[in-house]
């Protein structure tokens, strides 16, 4: 997968509308479930799914905060 690059503007409200042809790309469509990582000083917004739960987990874990399997599948 190749890195694909747009350009949006975040709102007064705080909303980031995500370009199109990544939606289509990444098959994103209204309603889905996002997740919002920060990593560094890049923001990373991609669909929820069991490897992202995964990945926030074990970041949870790297920096000594638990979470129950109760936490980590409430959102799916």
């Given at each position: 997968m190749g890195i694909a690059i747009?350009?949006?503007?975040l709102s007064s409200k705080?909303?980031?509308v995500i370009p199109k042809?990544?939606?289509?790309?990444m098959q994103i469509?209204?309603?889905d479930d996002l997740v919002v990582m920060r990593k560094?000083?890049?923001?990373i917004i991609c669909p929820?799914?069991?490897?992202?739960?995964?990945?926030?987990?074990?970041e949870?874990?790297?920096q000594g905060r638990t979470k129950t399997t109760e936490e980590i599948f409430q959102d799916l």
């Amino acid at each position: 997968m190749g890195i694909a690059i747009d350009k949006t503007r975040l709102s007064s409200k705080g909303q980031v509308v995500i370009p199109k042809r990544i939606r289509d790309e990444m098959q994103i469509e209204p309603g889905d479930d996002l997740v919002v990582m920060r990593k560094g000083n890049q923001i990373i917004i991609c669909p929820l799914t069991l490897e992202t739960l995964i990945l926030e987990a074990r970041e949870a874990y790297e920096q000594g905060r638990t979470k129950t399997t109760e936490e980590i599948f409430q959102d799916l």
